[in-house]
């Protein structure tokens, strides 16, 4: 699948502004990753690039019922 040029935006954004550069993300059978790389398989339209779009999203749209969750145990 591609993605459009605001998704990725989104998901590079994430990526710099949560991921330490010297992380690395393990990407199912594609291997480990630094943030940089991972930026740049984005960038390049990838199936490293688009599954880290697609776990990215995936986190993005649990984020409202983790939220709920939360605020229910507090």
Request: charged residues 30%.
């Amino acid at each position: 699948m591609a993605y459009d040029k605001d998704i990725k935006e989104l998901v590079k954004l994430r990526l710099m502004s949560t991921t330490p550069s010297n992380i690395k993300i393990s990407i199912g059978g594609f291997g480990e990753f630094n943030r940089d790389q991972l930026i740049e398989e984005i960038e390049k339209g990838t199936s490293v690039g688009n599954a880290a779009i697609r776990m990215e999203l995936t986190f993005i749209r649990k984020m409202a019922s983790i939220s709920r969750r939360i605020s229910e145990e507090g």
